[in-house]
């Protein structure tokens, strides 16, 4: 397994923009299918994006498209999620997970809190 460590996260105001990142440790990143979950408070883990190991493809939940974009730099062991036109219903904590089999996780980073205000 790999360790996930995210930032970027804190309090911003509808419609403005947030940059989350994610560092994994290991060498073996590039390898790796990686994805986007977030936890609103009362709610279940729902999943926000994935990208495969190269970065060709990706894939969003509906209520993020066309507003988040999922990247990954290989050089640098990092998975980012830009977030842009956020909605005080995007308020969460943001986890980054890891895999071998796309959008199959079994490493997850401990999360960090997204708070869009009104």
């Known amino acids: 397994q790999v360790q996930l460590v995210e930032s970027g996260g804190g309090l911003v105001q509808a419609g403005g923009s947030l940059r989350l990142s994610c560092v994994v440790s290991?060498?073996?990143?590039?390898?790796?299918?990686m994805g986007w979950f977030r936890q609103a408070p009362g709610k279940e883990r729902d999943f926000v994006a994935a990208?495969?190991?190269?970065?060709?493809?990706?894939d969003y939940a509906d209520s993020v498209k066309g507003r988040f974009t999922i990247s990954r730099n290989n050089a640098k062991n990092t998975v980012y999620l830009q977030m842009n036109s956020l909605k005080p219903e995007d308020t969460a904590v943001y986890y980054c997970?890891?895999?071998?089999?796309?959008?199959?996780?079994?490493?997850w980073g401990q999360g960090t809190q997204v708070t869009v205000s009104s």
């Open positions: 997970a890891a895999g071998r089999v796309y959008r199959n996780y079994d490493s």
């Open positions: 290991g060498r073996t990143f590039s390898s790796y299918a």
């Open positions: 990208i495969n190991w190269s970065g060709g493809r990706a």
